[in-house]
Structure formats: C-alpha cells, structure tokens
C-alpha cells in the first residue's frame, strides 16, 4: 500500500524528491544501527526529502515535519550524535524543522518512532510518537505527540 497516495487528510504535502534509488537504499541499510522497518523502506522508494504540514487541531499553526533523504540521514546521524546520545540502536529520519528530531529507536516504550530535543538526546525525555510510521502517516496515531 502507498502511504504517500494513502495519507491521512491531516498530512499535506508541501514538496518531496524522487524516491531513493535501490543502490541507495542498499547502503542506507549497511549505515542503520536499526533494521529499517519495511513501512519506512516503502516510504523511501515513493518519494524522498519529504516536507509536509500537518493540520493542527490543538494550536493555530500548522505543525512542519520534514522526512530526510538517505544521504541526509547519513550525513545528519553523526552530525547530531544521535547513536552516542539516545541509543546505538537509533535512527533519526527526519526533523520538524526546528527543534526535534524524528527517531526510530527503542525508547522507554518499546520500538517506534520518537520525538527528541535536539537540544536534550536523551533516552528518558524522547517521546513515542507511534508505533509505526503508517501508524502516523495514514492513521493519524500520536499526532497530538508533535505538538507537546
């Protein structure tokens, strides 16, 4: 199933790059701590660099998420210390265009997708947004988690 062409009306596109070829993705699997989950590899083959909106119901603005192409997850991972701060058995895949990072990894709460300060990497205040990224993308699930 399509999760670009299945989203959930509260997801808005706002721009996206050609989806990571399968070379790419092959080495993208070589550099993850983590056995990327096959929702988020689906993910990475529709499109890439995608930056979207997500109409907030809570606040006013709208929330910006941005999902990382291969090559930023790469160059962005050992940027941020993600690995030596949260855990060597994370992943961060994407950012909200300001002060979080998106983060596969297995928390407090079991394996899923994580909120984490930039600013405060640590196990103990990364929030679990969803289990999965389709749980996100397509159900909505842990919406009200972005915001908090």
Not at 98 to 126: C, I, K, Q
Request: glycine share 6%; charged share 20%.
């Amino acid at each position: 199933m399509s999760i670009i062409e299945n989203l959930s009306n509260r997801f808005i596109i706002d721009a996206c790059n050609p989806p990571a070829s399968l070379q790419e993705i092959e080495e993208f699997k070589q550099f993850s701590n983590i056995e990327l989950p096959t929702d988020y590899l689906r993910f990475i083959q529709e499109q890439s660099e995608v930056q979207m909106s997500v109409k907030n119901e809570i606040v006013e603005n709208d929330i910006y998420l941005r999902f990382w192409d291969i090559m930023g997850c790469m160059e962005l991972n050992p940027a941020y210390k993600i690995q030596k701060y949260l855990s060597s058995e994370s992943l961060a895949i994407g950012d909200n265009g300001g002060s979080d990072a998106l983060v596969y990894m297995h928390g407090n709460e079991g394996f899923g997708l994580y909120r984490a300060a930039f600013s405060n990497l640590t196990l103990d205040d990364a929030v679990k947004i969803a289990p999965t990224l389709s749980d996100l993308l397509l159900s909505g699930v842990g919406i009200d988690k972005l915001i908090e």
